[in-house]
């Protein structure tokens, strides 16, 4: 069922101030920047070992990363885990109980279809189920 965790995501308020830490400081590689009209996200895409790290910069104050931030602050925000049959996934969870912030995937960031689990099922974590047909 799953296959990796494909990625971490971590809510920032600003990509410029928040980048430096990771490619400088720590020397992890930048793969890119993608904006995700969908999500109201601009997203960074650092390489760390097997894993990525995604950190999420709001588009707009109705964004769900900039409501994320005003509650919560900056920081962790979800772990993706990267599933093949991701529709299949999600009818699973929905069968044992857990309830789903989507009833279908939706398109997320390097081209994936995503969906969420609703941390009031999972022990208070955001947990997205990740599915990147041909991609890496």
């Given at each position: 069922?799953i296959?990796?965790?494909?990625h971490?995501?971590i809510?920032?308020?600003?990509l ?11 020397q ?5 920047i993608e904006e995700v009209e969908?999500?109201g996200?601009k997203?960074?895409?650092i ?6 790290l ?12 900039a409501?994320?931030i005003?509650?919560r ?6 772990v993706?885990?990267g ?5 299949e ?5 929905k069968?044992?109980?857990i309830r789903?912030?989507?009833d279908t ?14 941390p009031k099922?999972?022990?208070?974590i ?11």
């Amino acid at each position: 069922m799953i296959k990796k965790v494909d990625h971490i995501g971590i809510a920032v308020r600003s990509l410029d101030k928040a980048l430096p830490f990771y490619t400088e400081t720590l020397q992890l590689p930048f793969l890119g920047i993608e904006e995700v009209e969908s999500q109201g996200v601009k997203v960074a895409f650092i390489k760390a070992g097997e894993t990525k790290l995604e950190l999420l910069e709001p588009t707009s104050p109705e964004s769900p990363i900039a409501q994320f931030i005003e509650k919560r602050g900056e920081g962790l925000h979800h772990v993706a885990l990267g599933v093949d049959s991701i529709q299949e996934r999600i009818n699973e969870m929905k069968e044992k109980g857990i309830r789903m912030l989507q009833d279908t995937p939706k398109p997320g960031a390097g081209g994936a279809q995503v969906a969420f689990m609703h941390p009031k099922s999972t022990g208070g974590i955001l947990y997205e189920f990740c599915e990147k047909k041909g991609l890496k």
